[in-house]
């Protein structure tokens, strides 16, 4: 059996998904994608991403399965200087929990509240 990075995809569950969307497209810069849910249970949009390459796809997702909540899982963001996006996060209606800083050898990270409640992180190498 080869090795495998530990994550394949990832959901963030969302309460009001057009909220979390504009969120999330402002402080990535990027634009999100409608996908099919194959349950036909939830509403998903897809953050941009090349399956065949290194790292992890993953969606905002609206189920009525799960929500959103602080202090579980985090998803941390890959950036060129996690404090550019760090810098957004309050006028998108987050919150920065913990500001830039250094993780030692592997680089610097920002931990961020989204709009729904969600902790997330932003990582970056400078």
Known sequence: MSKMNAIGWFDIYVSDLDRAVTFYETILDCKLEPIGDP???NQMMSFPADMSVYGAGGALTKSPHASPGFGGTIV???A???AVEE???G???GQVVRPK???GEFGFVSL??????NMFGISSMK
């Not at 961020?112 to 409640?117: F, I, K, L």
């Open 39 to 41: 349950t036909g249970e």
């Open 76 to 78: 941390y963001f890959s």
């Open 80 to 82: 060129q200087d996690c």
């Open 87 to 89: 810098a957004r996060v």
């Open 91 to 93: 006028d998108a209606g």
């Open 101 to 103: 800083f250094s993780i």
């Open 112 to 117: 961020c509240q989204d709009s729904e409640g």
